[in-house]
């Protein structure tokens, strides 16, 4: 049975930092990416960390902030989210790919079960 289980979130100032994790069992993924979806609107790509080799990509508006990273002794990776934004206020996903480097939520087969962040003024 595959799981990713997800933790870490709740309630921060702006300017605060918050750390997520995902803990995945159940099968190898070549690629893990975090999404984030807010009220009202679509899916976003946030990071994806490779497996292999811990390449990193980031969205364009988390770059600079945030910091994804992986343990794969505890098959867990994390994502370290700092100078948080009231804009950064969405459930944040963590997924699993069989493709290699993808920013594509359709390319990630798995889910975890979301986790709230949301981030005052």
């Known amino acids: 049975q595959v799981q990713l289980v997800e933790s870490g979130g709740g309630l921060v100032q702006a300017g605060g930092s918050l750390r997520l994790s995902c803990a995945a069992s159940?099968?190898?993924?070549?690629?893990m990416g975090w999404f984030r979806q807010a009220p009202g609107k679509e899916r976003d790509f946030v990071a994806y960390?490779?497996?292999?080799?811990?390449?990193?990509s980031y969205a364009d508006s988390v770059k600079g902030r945030f910091t994804t990273s992986r343990d794969n002794a505890k098959n867990t990776v994390y994502l370290q989210m700092n100078s948080l934004k009231p804009e950064d206020t969405a459930v944040y996903y963590c997924?699993?790919?069989?493709?290699?480097?993808?920013?594509?939520?359709?390319?990630?087969?798995?889910w975890g079960q979301g986790t709230q962040v949301t981030v005052s003024s």
């Open positions: 159940g099968r190898t993924f070549r690629t």
């Open positions: 960390i490779s497996w292999s080799d811990g390449s990193t």
């Open positions: 997924a699993g790919s069989i493709f290699a480097y993808s920013s594509k939520w359709q390319e990630y087969g798995y």
